[in-house]
């Protein structure tokens, strides 16, 4: 929090909602013991949101060669490049770093919910895209031919770094 500009009262107010929490989980009637929870944010509340963008707050620092868009808990990696094999290392790279960002904060990526969408500037042949790996798993694939009818689409995928 205090990486985040958050001190004083505001700090200590939210370190007392966040120390000494515990969870359970009820199915049906079944509700089993309590567990302390030593990190995370709290799920189900309106701070909840928040101060999971405060958690992972740095991950945008390890972005080197693209832009990260972030909304509640999807992370979307924008990568650029002029050929198929500068974007399958760069994807690669980036993706990876996430990875690792993730996990040093307890936090797993879940390959399966993930997917690829390639921009092209013209119509491409399957085998043109980018085959991109997380965690061993391929990510499932998508093609998406910029239309002409966006111009300024066009000139930003268009440009160079």
């Keep these: 929090l205090k990486t985040c500009g958050v001190r004083g009262l505001p700090h200590e107010w939210l370190s007392s909602y966040l120390r000494d929490r515990s969870q359970c989980v009820q ?10 929870m030593t990190y995370g944010v709290p799920q189900g509340s309106i701070l909840g949101p928040v101060l999971f963008l405060v ?6 620092s390890s972005i080197l060669t693209g832009k990260m868009v972030q909304y509640a808990d999807d992370t979307t990696l924008c990568i650029r490049a002029k050929t198929k094999d500068e ?4 994807s690669f790279l980036e993706l990876n770093s996430c990875i690792q960002y993730f996990s040093s904060l307890n936090l797993r990526a ?5 997917s690829v969408v390639n921009f092209f500037l013209r119509q491409q042949e399957p085998d043109n895209f980018a085959a991109v ?6 990510i499932e694939e998508t093609d998406s031919t910029v239309p002409r009818n966006a111009p300024r689409l066009r000139a930003d995928l268009g440009r160079s770094h």
């Design 87 to 90: 974007l399958e290392i760069n």
């Design 110 to 114: 879940n390959s399966s919910k993930s």
């Design 55 to 60: 958690y992972v707050n740095r991950l945008n």
């Design 27 to 36: 199915i049906a009637n079944t509700l089993s013991g309590k567990v302390k």
């Design 133 to 138: 790996m997380a965690d061993d798993v391929l």
